[in-house]
């Protein structure tokens, strides 16, 4: 199995910063893709922002040049860097993944959210 956790939300003000850690874990060939989406009440899961192998990265337009998204190969693990931040950006996020596993294939796995809350 994988198991995606992750770490860093909380309450800010506007105009700060934090950053979100997703590591994952478990028997684990090959991670495709790692992404950030997120939800705020009321609304449709939304992505926010994915990184590909290789290293090509797409954002939703209303986060770019105010979030990043770094991976690190080595530890399995994806961040969310996210600055500038508005009420708007009040959501929880969520990290999925693509995880190939040997003799499994590729399935498609989530983390159990946490909560960004930004004030205004």
């Known amino acids: 199995q994988v198991q995606l956790v992750e770490s860093g939300g909380g309450l800010v003000q506007a105009g700060g910063s934090l950053r979100l850690s997703c590591a994952a874990s478990?028997?684990?060939?090959?991670?495709?893709?790692m992404a950030w989406y997120r939800q705020a009440p009321g609304k449709e899961r939304e992505l926010v922002a994915v990184?590909?192998?290789?290293?090509?990265?797409d954002y939703e337009d209303s986060v770019k040049g105010r979030f990043t998204i770094p991976r690190d190969n080595a530890k399995n693990t994806v961040y969310l860097q996210m600055n500038s931040l508005k009420p708007e950006d009040t959501a929880v996020y969520y990290c999925?993944?693509?995880?190939?596993?040997?003799?499994?294939?590729?399935?498609?796995?989530w983390g159990q959210g946490t909560q960004v809350t930004v004030s205004s």
């Open positions: 990184i590909i192998n290789g290293g090509s990265t």
């Open positions: 999925n993944a693509d995880v190939e596993r040997k003799m499994y294939g590729v399935n498609n796995y």
């Open positions: 478990g028997t684990i060939f090959r991670i495709n893709s």
